[in-house]
């Protein structure tokens, strides 16, 4: 796990303590809200840095403990972002779960360009073989 990842989980387990609620509070909290069901010992895991949870859930979590993606991810207020970054911020603080389909979309997209030109490469190359084994043949070797 990286260093943000581990960071992430003690922030999770940190706003869990702070709002003073249990493991299994949070969990229900998950299923009856989100319809997101996760076992106890995956939170366990998270609070003991063995593991963390999914990027895909920050928009829940921080709706769950009204905090900002700031606040989630442990970034001082006062650190300087570029302008493009305090634009994202802002709007996925005012509209999380709009802003993160929006940013799942792009990465979606990334996926398929980079899957696109993965099988481009790979045609090259078959073409690539095929023409050098037509020169050693060619060539009589």
């Given at each position: 796990?990286?260093?943000?990842?581990?960071?992430?989980?003690?922030?999770?387990?940190?706003?869990?303590?702070?709002?003073?609620?249990?493991?299994?509070?949070?969990?229900?909290?998950?299923?009856?809200q989100y319809g997101i069901e996760i076992s106890q010992p995956t939170v366990s895991n998270?609070?003991?840095?063995?593991?963390?949870?999914?990027?895909?859930?920050?928009?829940?979590?921080?709706e769950i403990f009204d905090i900002s993606l700031h606040e989630l991810?442990?970034?001082?207020?006062?650190?300087?972002l570029l302008e493009e970054e305090k634009q994202l911020l802002d709007r996925f603080n005012a509209e999380p779960r709009k802003v993160f389909l929006e940013l799942m979309e792009k990465y979606d997209l990334l996926l398929m360009e980079l899957q696109k030109v993965k099988q481009e490469k790979e045609?090259?190359?078959?073409?690539?073989?095929?023409v050098a084994e037509q020169m050693k043949k060619h060539l009589g070797l």
């Open positions: 796990m990286t260093r943000s990842n581990n960071r992430i989980a003690r922030r999770i387990a940190y706003f869990i303590k702070q709002r003073k609620i249990t493991q299994q509070e949070f969990l229900d909290l998950l299923l009856e998270w609070k003991n840095g063995v593991s963390s949870p999914s990027i895909e859930l920050a928009p829940v979590f921080c991810f442990g970034i001082p207020p006062e650190q300087e045609e090259a190359e078959r073409r690539l073989g095929t």
